[in-house]
């Protein structure tokens, strides 16, 4: 089919689904048909630096070699596998994963989705502590099912229905936007304790668990102050809840480290993963000890797909952290981190449009501003940006609270060439926003 007829097709059997619709919906944006590395092409050919990894899920680049490979010969192997008994490659994957992590994470559960491991991780809190009151951050993104959704308020919207119940938002420590002004470097902790006594008064010795990402992405790439997550740790465990880190968008060596809970000293009682831990298929994790493992199970825990711990699917997970482990992905994301910054932050010097500027690794965002004092949203310039970005050739996303943060997220591998392309085209999008 060529591209007139493939939009034909798309138009009359395709669900939109409603994502960057208000900037460039899909029935006006190519059709994407084969990628390598770094790079994307539509079917009329033309190249796009691909500065969202896919999904952020093929952060090892696209079509990675080693992964193929692996993904080829685990295809003349076992596909599939009853998902009741164990199977060879989700054994080993586990056994692998485990030897990433800190003590005491070594149990695995192997789903499909950031969204059914962060439901399995829910679950798990509610089964090991025999409660059911979940917390998570009003600017938090868990998944779109309807029992992440619940708990992802920064995509909350009217229509749906009732939420599951007994689901909390506390506030979202979000310096460039503190709603308590102050010079004190522990300005959070105000904000922390009232989000407490909230939970307190609402679900009274009912907490399981609080789910959070340590740096905040799609709610917009927003960083957790010093100190903060270690704080966090010690209300949750004043209330014999357990803390759960969603690690879909920072793990596996994004921020410049295997795990961004490495960062802040703080090792959570679950986690999980997705994205790019499949290099570019469909599976994730939920990570605890012996110990909530065998409460959970005590309490009644039964969780499950079709194709939980599909054996390709593992055998695509071995040879992602092959891959990260080879290539030292971590160090690949630090020095991404650096050179982009340092451009951006000239960048911020010129226009006055740039609130802020903030990220690390390879997860990276600025905020747009109509003015720096008032820090009013700049949401039409920000699209401006993103669309002036696709005309030229490159693929990154609009996130955040006000729609006026661009998140970019490049590949391990792109190459400093690739960065003066991405940042050159960024340049000019600020250009022409700034001029209008």
Avoid at 84 to 96: D, G, M, W
Avoid at 254 to 268: D, F, I, N, S, W
Wanted: one cysteine or more.
């Amino acid at each position: 089919m060529n591209t007139r007829e493939l939009r034909e097709a798309a138009a009359e059997h395709l669900v939109r689904n409603g994502l960057l619709a208000d900037v460039v919906p899909a029935a006006q944006g190519p059709i994407l048909a084969r990628a390598e590395g770094s790079l994307i092409w539509d079917t009329e050919g033309k190249e796009y630096l691909d500065f969202n990894s896919g999904q952020m899920c093929s952060t090892l680049g696209h079509n990675h070699p080693a992964v193929t490979r692996a993904i080829r010969a685990g295809l003349g192997e076992l596909t599939h596998a009853s998902s009741v008994y164990y199977n060879v490659p989700q054994v080993e994957l586990a056994r692998r994963l485990a030897g990433t992590l800190d003590a005491p994470l070594k149990r695995t559960l192997f789903i499909q989705s950031g969204a059914d491991s962060n439901e399995a991780a829910m679950l798990f809190a509610r089964r090991a502590t025999g409660r059911s009151g979940i917390a998570a951050f009003h600017l938090s993104f868990h998944g779109y099912t309807d029992v992440t959704r619940a708990v992802s308020y920064c995509a909350a919207g009217p229509g749906y229905g009732p939420s599951i119940p007994d689901v909390y938002a506390i506030p979202t420590p979000y310096a460039y936007r503190a709603p308590l002004a102050s010079e004190d470097p522990e300005w959070w902790r105000p904000l922390l304790g009232m989000g407490f006594e909230l939970l307190d008064r609402e679900c009274p010795g009912n907490l399981a668990g609080v789910i959070v990402e340590p740096l905040v992405s799609a709610g917009g790439v927003i960083e957790m102050p010093d100190g903060y997550l270690a704080a966090l740790l010690e209300e949750v465990r004043a209330r014999g809840a357990l803390l759960i880190f969603d690690e879909a968008q920072t793990g596996l060596g994004k921020l410049g480290t295997m795990y961004a809970y490495q960062q802040e000293g703080v090792v959570p009682d679950i986690i999980t993963l997705s994205k790019h831990f499949g290099g570019g298929l469909a599976v994730s994790a939920m990570v605890t000890s012996d110990e909530i493992e065998e409460r959970a199970i005590a309490g009644g825990l039964s969780f499950g797909h079709s194709h939980s711990s599909d054996p390709i699917a593992c055998t695509a997970g071995s040879a992602s952290l092959d891959v990260i482990e080879a290539e030292d992905v971590p160090a690949r994301a630090r020095r991404i981190s650096a050179y982009w910054q340092e451009r951006v932050r000239a960048l911020q010097q010129r226009f006055e449009i740039i609130g802020d500027v903030r990220g690390r690794g390879i997860l990276q965002g600025i905020e747009l501003v109509r003015d720096r004092r008032g820090k009013a949203p700049a949401k039409e310039e920000a699209q401006a940006v993103y669309r002036h970005a696709l005309r030229e050739g490159m693929i990154f996303s609009v996130r955040g609270q006000h729609g006026n943060v661009m998140r970019f997220v490049p590949p391990f591998g792109t190459t400093e060439a690739q960065l003066d392309r991405a940042l050159d085209i960024l340049e000019g999008g600020l250009e022409a926003a700034h001029r209008r």
